[in-house]
């Protein structure tokens, strides 16, 4: 009688996962596109008023954080200011260096875009019900956490 030799399964594939959060992706990015397009905001910007929703960064700390230029970064800010949606000050603990924030316009702004991606992006969870919807938030947030490591 021969043995039989009993093999572990192969690890669970990634693939199918990542041929769902690309489309995924693509179609969030699709509805922020249409919602800057429509607020006359690049996607940077929005990026950018999203960090600043509740921070006030360092532009070197804004910069490197979304892996700009300080130039580039120095120029997006300036088109803000120019909207009124943000302003720099110097930093309260190195003279040399600018803080950037929200005006009151721009956290207006901020608040508008916030509701209308919620209703945008709604008809992508609706079908899920509360304790799916609250599971994968709490997924996507522990994906995003383990970025900042």
Do not use: H
């Not at 693939?15 to 800057?36: I, Q, R, S």
């Not at 580039?72 to 600018?98: C, H, Q």
């Not at 019900?129 to 900042?148: P, V, Y």
Request: neutral net charge; charged residues 25%; hydrophobic residues 40%.
């Amino acid at each position: 009688m021969k043995q039989q030799t009993i093999m572990a399964p192969p690890p669970p594939s990634d693939e199918g996962l990542a041929d769902v959060l690309v489309p995924t992706a693509f179609v969030t990015m699709a509805v922020l596109n249409k919602l800057g397009a429509e607020n006359d905001l690049s996607l940077t910007l929005m990026r950018v008023l999203g960090i600043l929703w509740d921070r006030r960064p360092r532009m070197s700390e804004l910069a490197d954080y979304l892996g700009l230029e300080k130039q580039t970064m120095s120029g997006l800010i300036a088109r803000a200011e120019k909207k009124g949606l943000v302003a720099r000050a110097p930093n309260t603990e190195d003279g040399r260096a600018t803080d950037v924030f929200l005006t009151d316009a721009g956290a207006e702004l901020v608040k508008r875009l916030q509701a209308q991606t919620q209703l945008a992006l709604a008809p992508l969870t609706e079908q899920l019900g509360a304790s799916d919807r609250q599971q994968l938030q709490t997924l996507l947030q522990r994906m995003l956490e383990s970025r900042k490591r």
